[in-house]
């Protein structure tokens, strides 16, 4: 476990958004919550309503092997292998084996992608159903009569399962199903339909099954993640929104991926402007969904590229093949220092808070079964634990009275001024060193400080 890193932090530097180090907790808390309980989480906020699939997944996982921070990341981890298996497939089949080589290399040791890919988040196994259902388009394209209109099908249905995982996988939706469905011919543009037949039984089949018998839970808290996340208020929301990802050297797109992938990005500069065939269209497509998202969205922490690496790495090796050898070679090994460089600085900095954090909460509040955390990061701080756990967000989940309601023995309250007013404000009596058991860190830096106070 230690050779790759599962029990590690991630790095501070991997994303400004403390999402890294809450977000595990929060889209892994009703599967370990069955798993270890055999009910969903205490609360308003379930996981599974967002991404049912995984969900259920990860609890034949924790059912299987153990509910904790390891097997949650295990998970990621053979998602983000078999993305790379099919990539490389569905690379070979449109472009040829010296392109898929190539877009393998890029996509497997892009530093985002590496450590994104260990941690039990929703972006890596969505982005292998994305890379699934570009490998069907690869193989319709090069298949007749029946075969087309299967691997057409499964395309389509590939990318309705990514958006059941996480339904921002849409950003590629567009590029999947035109892709499929265009054709010069009118009579071939039937086939690619079986695209758009595949997708929407799987949606609806959701819709059915899922979405419809639990909307108004999906209302309220699709209603949050849209307004308080996602959608621009006004046009000096939207210029603020593309002024941060073009320049601003902590939260911005295009600084981040030059930081981490600059010969990559040379490298699609020059697809854009030397090759045109159908994959690298489809691909551009697929990218300039991710792109335009990024651009526009109020929140667009790095963990969402990973849905679009596959796309910028096939560029990037679409390009590499357009120009001479040595000119490739010497992006190669661009390429690979600089990897090199920011996986030598990731492992100069190697800490294992989450990991190790657990055995600190359990000399704290004792072992008893009756435990349960409340708070914004409560859910991770419980992952490797066997403790009941529920978030606390205010305007997302549990902001009503949440130690009545959810029979709270212990509360997590972070050092930052928001969340320490919030918690002041509604529990003064509580937040006071007559209540306080100890502090936890997550970080290498200690950035993340949370104390832990008893209710009783």
Known sequence: MRIIGLADDPPMWLSWSSGIFTDEGF???DARHMALFGTLAPGNFHDRLLSPLLSLIQEAVFRTYGANVLTARGVSVAFSLLTLLVFWLGLRRSAGRPVADLGLLFLALATPYL?????????????????????????????????????????????GIAVVFKSLAGIAAPAILIACIWRPQASERRIGLWSLAGFALVIGMEALLWTIPHGSELRRMNAYFVSHQIMPHSPLSVWLNIRRALWNGERGLLPYLCAFLPSVIVLVAIAARRVRSRVSLFMWAWLGGGLLFCLLSNYAPSRYYVLFLPALCALAAIGARSIGRLPRVACVCVFIAVSGAWTVKQETERSATIFQMPSDIVRMVGVSSDIRLVGDFAPEICLHTKYSAAPVQPGLSNDDHPVERL??????????????????????????????????????????VIDIYRVH
């Open 407 to 448: 029979n709270a023995t212990y509360i997590a309250v972070t050092r930052a001024p928001k969340w320490r007013g919030w918690w002041i404000a509604h529990y003064p009596n509580l937040v006071t060193p007559k209540h306080f058991v100890g502090t936890v860190q997550f970080g290498g830096d200690g950035r993340y």
């Open 27 to 29: 889209y892994t808390l």
């Open 115 to 159: 450590l994104y890919n260990r941690l039990a988040l929703q972006e890596t196994p969505t982005a292998f159903w994305l890379v699934a259902a570009f490998a069907g388009w690869s193989y319709g394209e090069s298949a007749e009569g029946r075969k087309r209109a299967v691997w057409f099908a499964l395309a389509g249905a590939s990318l």
